[in-house]
């Protein structure tokens, strides 16, 4: 299993940005995945952001996210997205996408809560 994000950078507040994740080692028709995005803010602990299940598609958001951000995902490409809208500078984090809930109840999250992480892609939300 092989997850790998991009499409982070620098934008300023106010601004948008598309986050990938490109999946490998399964694939989304053939199993019903939980999916998550997670970020990680510097000297802050992970925070669940969004989750969707891979075949039905149902979403889950922090209430952080509603709203502003949209999680989805191409079955035909395996891929999993995060549309980012309204960013804020508290936005600001290494955003990964993780395997393993697509539902999460607590905002703060841990790295064993997820099998599968990926490596993480920087968002900067500055002026």
């Known amino acids: 299993v092989q997850l790998v994000e991009s499409g982070g950078g620098l934008v300023q507040p106010g601004g948008s940005l598309r986050l990938s994740c490109t999946i490998s080692?399964?694939?989304?028709?053939?199993?019903?995945?939980?999916l998550s995005w997670v970020r990680q803010a510097p000297g802050k602990e992970l925070e669940w952001v969004a989750g969707?299940?891979?075949?039905?598609?149902?979403?889950y958001y922090a209430d952080s996210a509603k709203g502003r951000f949209v999680i989805s995902r191409d079955l035909a490409k395996n891929m999993l997205y995060l549309q980012m809208t309204s960013l804020k500078p508290e936005d600001t984090a290494m955003y990964y996408c993780?395997?393993?809930?697509?539902?999460?109840?607590?905002?703060?999250?841990?790295?064993?809560?997820?099998?599968?992480w990926g490596q993480g892609t920087q968002v900067t939300v500055s002026s």
């Open positions: 080692g399964f694939t989304f028709e053939r199993g019903n995945w939980a």
């Open positions: 993780a395997r393993g809930r697509a539902q999460v109840q607590e905002k703060v999250v841990k790295k064993d809560d997820f099998p599968y």
């Open positions: 969707i299940w891979s075949r039905s598609g149902d979403k």
